[in-house]
């Protein structure tokens, strides 16, 4: 099936037509969108509800006068929202959202006073690299859609934003559920901090840190990477890409999360995904 891209203008500014992306082997044709009104944008929120408070049992607090059933913040109105949607029908009339997320770039960042991770991280040592930076977050998927076809075509239309604004750095927070009480979450940092952890010029430190649940003594060290086989597999994606960790996890209380600082930098996208992203 086609992959079909129709990046429309944003609800902020305007994004140039993109070339087509390469034909995916996929389930069904999917259609790749940016937001272009309030309608696309609560289509977002309602997805990101259904996943966020209703699968994951999060505690969301909305703007006063939000509509029930949506995860809307503050941060919202500022961001350009990249939608994956599913056509049933070949006029696309019944397309169905099944991916989505958000991108705040550094302008918007400015007139939003600063990016969501600030609320999670000290960003303090990425000072230089901010006026070229994106802010990705809320991403999220339909349960029934969490294959790769649904991820590539997100990441696709990512990556051609970052060059057609000739933008460098992507920052965000990825996020591990606690429902076997933060050791999966635990065994994963004490892994990936050996492997995937920036140089300490660029580490930042959690508002509140996640509490770390296994005994130090119980850690084999640095040759023992288990841990990398439990990683969730959005946050798997990104380190193939080439993504790497900023420091430790911050506790997200109202999403029972530990969220952990990822940054990739776009001149060190794994070579055979620069090529499926960008074309060369």
């Known amino acids: 099936m086609t992959l079909q891209t129709n990046l429309l203008a944003t609800s902020q500014r305007w994004v140039p037509n993109l070339q087509p992306v390469p034909d995916l082997p ?23 509800y259904q996943i966020f408070a209703q699968e994951m049992g999060a505690s969301l607090s909305p703007p006063a006068g939000c509509d029930a059933g949506l995860d809307a913040d503050n941060f919202d109105p500022f961001c350009d929202h990249l939608l994956v949607k599913a056509a049933v029908h070949e006029d696309d009339a019944d397309a169905l959202l099944v991916g989505t997320y958000r991108v705040l770039a550094p302008d918007a960042a400015r007139r939003a006073r600063g990016l969501y991770i600030d609320t999670e991280f000290d960003l303090a040592p990425l000072a230089d690299l901010r006026q070229r930076a994106v802010e990705l977050g809320r ?43 933060g050791q999966g979450a635990t065994r994963l940092w004490r892994s990936l901090q050996c492997t995937h952890l920036v140089d300490a010029q660029w580490q930042v430190q959690p508002r509140q840190a996640f509490p770390l649940t296994l005994d130090d003594g119980l850690w084999p060290g640095a040759a023992d990477l288990r841990g990398v086989n439990t990683t969730p597999p959005l946050i798997k994606g990104y380190l193939r890409c080439g993504a790497r960790l900023l420091g430790p996890p911050a506790l997200d209380a109202a999403f029972n999360t530990a969220d952990l600082p990822m940054m990739l930098r776009v001149h060190e996208l794994a070579p055979r995904y620069r090529k499926h992203f960008m074309g060369g």
């Not at 937001?35 to 289509?43: G, I, K, L, M, P």
């Not at 076809?149 to 992507?170: D, K, N, S």
């Open 26 to 48: 996929l389930p069904r044709k999917l259609i790749v969108q940016w937001a272009s009104c309030e309608e696309d944008v609560r289509q977002a929120q309602r997805l990101r």
């Open 139 to 181: 991403s999220c998927v339909h349960p029934d859609w969490r294959s790769g076809g649904v991820i590539l075509a997100l990441w696709t239309a990512l990556c051609q934003y970052m060059f057609l604004h000739r933008l460098e750095t992507m920052i965000g927070c990825a996020s591990v559920g606690l429902a076997d009480g």
